[in-house]
């Protein structure tokens, strides 16, 4: 589902987050008045600090004060975003002076692009991360608990049984509580949902806003969703022009559902135009190339944060 820039920005952000505080982890250390520009990935934040990882996999822990210049890269000079953006798994350019340990960023430059892939990536790891802390917990607990029952076990010889018992059941909760926090990162469409074009148009028709109205409020009922927008274009014209139009068309999807309905970016999961490719139907005929100029959002759901969602069957989202 993720695209091949999704998939190696997040094997360099799992990576990072594992490594980063290993012993033999190659840390930086920016003279006091030196002056630096740095490229990487951001591999770990907390609060106004982050952590950079460069190409020769060297760390440097840098100081993104309120006064620090944070903008996306642009013909006219970018938009201005806050330090808050800088989300790991983010590739970016940093300029900015040593102050004897940290590098303290006076200017911080990245891709929209690549603002979107970090956002979407950290939406997936944050949940990751939190289930993992649940887990510890809930085994910690429940070992108490067993503990505790094979205690009650060996004081009370009338009552072996019944305390083995108990002890299973805690067990089964132990698995119970596995088998829910190993789904959480699975995601299933709920359902697909199909908006059409005019001819050589972008533009969202009144009926395809009502459609994807429907979808924003579907989404916006869940826990754990992410979005999946696709466009596509029907066989007429230029191959290459086709594939920009029907990219076109995705973009024009995700930003009424952002701004229409404030969806986060982090929860659009994939976005790309196929162009021609795909189609659903006839290129030949006038019905057939109406089906195909089309953009198609699917609604994908976590299996764990969602455990009363109907996963609708593969025919019925086509």
Same mark, same amino acid.
């Given at each position: ?36 520009? #740095? ?52 590739? #970016? ?26 956002? =979407? ?17 809930? =085994? ?179």
């Amino acid at each position: 589902m993720f695209s091949k820039k999704i998939l190696t920005s997040l094997a360099i952000l799992v990576f990072g987050i594992s490594t980063v505080f290993a012993q033999d982890a190659q840390v930086r250390n920016v003279q006091s008045g030196q002056k630096m520009k #740095l490229k990487g990935v951001v591999i770990a934040k907390d609060n106004e600090k982050i952590v950079v990882r460069d190409a020769n996999g060297i760390d440097t822990n840098v100081l993104v004060n309120p006064n620090a210049s944070v903008k996306t890269k642009g013909t006219f000079g970018g938009d201005t975003v806050p330090a808050t953006s800088l989300v790991r798994g983010l590739n #970016l350019e940093i300029e900015g002076v040593g102050d004897g340990t940290n590098l303290v960023a006076s200017k911080v430059r990245f891709n929209k692009s690549d603002l979107r892939t970090a956002q =979407a990536i950290e939406s997936r790891v944050n949940p990751v991360e939190g289930r993992m802390s649940q887990a510890e917990q809930n =085994a910690e607990r429940l070992s108490g608990q067993i503990d505790e029952l094979m205690a009650v076990s060996n004081a009370a010889r009338g009552g072996a049984k019944s305390a083995q018992d108990s002890a299973d059941a805690a067990i089964a909760g132990v698995n119970a509580t596995n088998e829910r926090i190993s789904s959480l990162d699975d995601y299933v469409v709920q359902n697909t949902s199909t908006v059409t074009f005019k001819v050589g148009s972008a533009i969202l028709t009144e009926e395809a806003k009502v459609q994807l109205d429907q979808v924003a409020t579907a989404a916006l009922a869940l826990k754990g969703y992410t979005l999946e927008v696709t466009g596509f274009t029907d066989a007429t014209g230029n191959a290459k022009k086709n594939k920009v139009l029907s990219q076109k068309r995705a973009t024009a999807v995700i930003e009424y559902l952002v701004e229409t309905h404030n969806i986060p970016l982090r929860r659009i999961g994939t976005t790309y135009g196929f162009g021609a490719a795909q189609a659903v139907a006839d290129n030949t005929s006038v019905e057939g190339r109406t089906q195909n100029r089309r953009v198609e959002v699917k609604l994908l759901v976590s299996r764990g944060l969602n455990t009363n969602v109907e996963v609708k069957k593969a025919e019925e989202n086509k």
